[in-house]
């Protein structure tokens, strides 16, 4: 095999999904800890008071109701709010992920738990002492903290006012991005600005919905101020510690036209612009492409941008290009014969391909094909920030859990990967999705379980929140320390 020797094994979460402690040392609420649980079939709502006074809920990623705040409603269940409550479990977790042999671990800072509102001059000092010493703990065992700044947790009081669609959230991103480089100096190097960030735009037609030119005008708006904040914060970051190494993090969904048909190649093409390189180009590369225009035309978007947006982009690239790689999808112009839905992707059924049981392909070579295409464009370190399966675990009398369909995902997604290094690609890391057990974004359930650690929890919350050791476990285990050579099943 040929993964380098320093090669960044890990295992990644989030915040929001992991957490838990949401109204605990001095953390103020997130958009998360007001959006209902759901499931493959039922969609997650964010529940509001309206200005009367009315309880009321919406769907994600749609505009609060003039005069609306979040609140939490008798009724509903929060999955968000405990999560997996790392916040009071991390020196366990982080022991079980060190007997792994974890070299690195993928986490995130929830904003509101540094600023409460996110508008506060000083930070909440609580909150930095808790991540210092979650990242002390990682320390101590040798591992590695990959930080992601922002990763869907604006704080609710900001998202109330307007959130990303005011330009004054830059520099309230700004200062908790300082506030993050600057606590943690010597202690984090591996940074991540936005997670995802490319969702804003790439979810717009989620489930064939059609979005209006003005939740397209807004989306663009959005992003492009959260590009400006990131390259501020990368030009921040360098200037705080050299030693700072600083990436994005892009949704990557490989592409493929579903027919040979001109329209076909065409659409595909398209969709890999406004999808995936869109963002990747302003943020490796300090510019938007020469596609935009025909991006933003056929929407009639104009764009608040300044001459000074345009030099920070230029000026805060990153120096590393990170990505989640779950599943591929089809593009066509045709009518679908053959549907298939998962939480965030609707579109043609690829016959060459498996689906899992919430509609998402299994396609190791999409992320081969993935990082060959995107190193060639950048010729940027990559690394895989996230990248797992979802499925339903089912816990044995004696306890065990034999989830050797996770093992076979695993295996054939990292067998891609070495080939994909063979071919010259900069691979430094792969980090997997859940590697404990953990709340899901897309359903906000606990059954559709990633971790290689099984946390004893139900899609209600209710459970003892022990925590026990899947096969995947101790085979990822002896992945890493044959630093990926061992991919065989374990011996029974």
């Given amino acids: 095999m040929s993964f380098p020797k320093d090669f ?26 007001f959006t209902t649980g759901g499931s493959v079939k039922e969609p ?20 609060l ?9 008798d009724g509903y269940h929060y999955p968000n709010q405990q999560a997996v409550d790392f916040y009071h479990h991390y020196k366990e977790d982080i022991a079980l992920f060190a007997e792994m042999g974890f070299k690195t671990f993928r986490m995130s800072i929830s904003w509101s738990r540094l600023y409460p509102k996110g508008i506060e001059k000083e930070p909440n000092k609580e909150g930095i002492e808790f991540y210092r ?12 903290p990959l930080v992601t700044i922002w990763h869907f947790d604006t704080p609710a009081y900001l998202e109330e006012h307007g959130g990303w669609l005011n330009r004054e959230v830059i520099d309230d991103y700004v200062r908790f991005a300082t506030t993050c480089f600057t606590e943690y100096k010597g202690l984090v190097k591996y940074w991540l600005t936005f997670n995802e960030i490319n969702n804003t735009v790439m979810f717009l037609n989620m489930f064939g919905k059609t979005a209006t030119d003005k939740e397209y005008q807004d ?34 969904i490989t592409r493929y036209p579903a027919t040979c048909d001109p329209e076909d190649i065409l659409k595909n093409r398209y969709e890999w612009e406004k999808g995936i390189f869109y963002c990747g180009d302003v943020q490796c590369k300090g510019r938007y492409g020469t596609y935009v225009k025909r991006l933003w035309d056929e929407h009639h978007v104009k764009l608040d941008i300044t001459e000074e947006d345009l030099l920070d982009l230029q000026s805060g690239t990153v120096d590393m290009y990170t990505f989640s790689y779950y599943m591929s999808s089809l593009e066509t ?34 992320l081969r ?11 940027l370190p990559l690394m895989i920030v996230e990248n797992g399966l979802g499925a339903y675990d089912t816990v044995e009398e004696d306890g065990s859990i034999h989830d050797q369909y996770r093992i076979d995902y695993y295996r054939e997604h990292i067998k891609e990967m070495n080939i994909a290094i063979e071919h010259g690609v900069d691979l430094i890391g792969y980090t997997t ?40 476990f101790y085979w990822y285990k002896q992945v890493i320390a044959s630093n990926g050579d061992h991919l065989d099943d374990l011996a029974k």
């Fill in 8 to 33: 960044l094994w890990g295992g990644a979460t989030a915040a929001n999904q992991v957490e838990g402690g949401w109204n605990l040392g001095g953390r103020g609420p997130a958009l998360t800890d």
């Fill in 44 to 63: 997650r709502y964010e529940t509001f008071i309206d200005k009367d006074g009315n309880p009321g809920k919406k769907l994600q990623k749609t505009p």
């Fill in 65 to 73: 109701p003039e005069g609306a705040h979040y609140a939490v409603i």
């Fill in 133 to 144: 010493n979650v990242f002390k703990e990682l320390r101590k065992y040798n591992i590695e």
């Fill in 219 to 252: 989306a663009y708006q959005i992003l492009h101020y959260q590009l400006v904040a990131s390259a501020k914060a990368v030009q921040i970051g360098h200037a705080i510690d050299q030693e700072n190494m600083i990436g994005c993090m892009i949704c990557g």
């Fill in 333 to 366: 112009t045709h009518q679908l014969k053959d549907k298939v839905s998962g939480n965030f992707v609707s579109g043609a059924r690829n016959e060459y391909l498996t689906y899992s049981d919430w509609g998402w392909a299994f396609d190791p070579k999409g």
């Fill in 369 to 379: 094909y993935y990082l060959e295409m995107i190193y060639d464009r950048y010729e």
């Fill in 433 to 472: 999705w859940g590697c404990i057990d953990l709340v899901s974004a897309g359903t906000g359930e606990m059954r559709k379980r990633y971790g290689f650690i099984y946390v004893d929890m139900d899609d209600e919350g209710k459970g003892s929140m022990k925590r026990s050791r899947k096969d995947s």
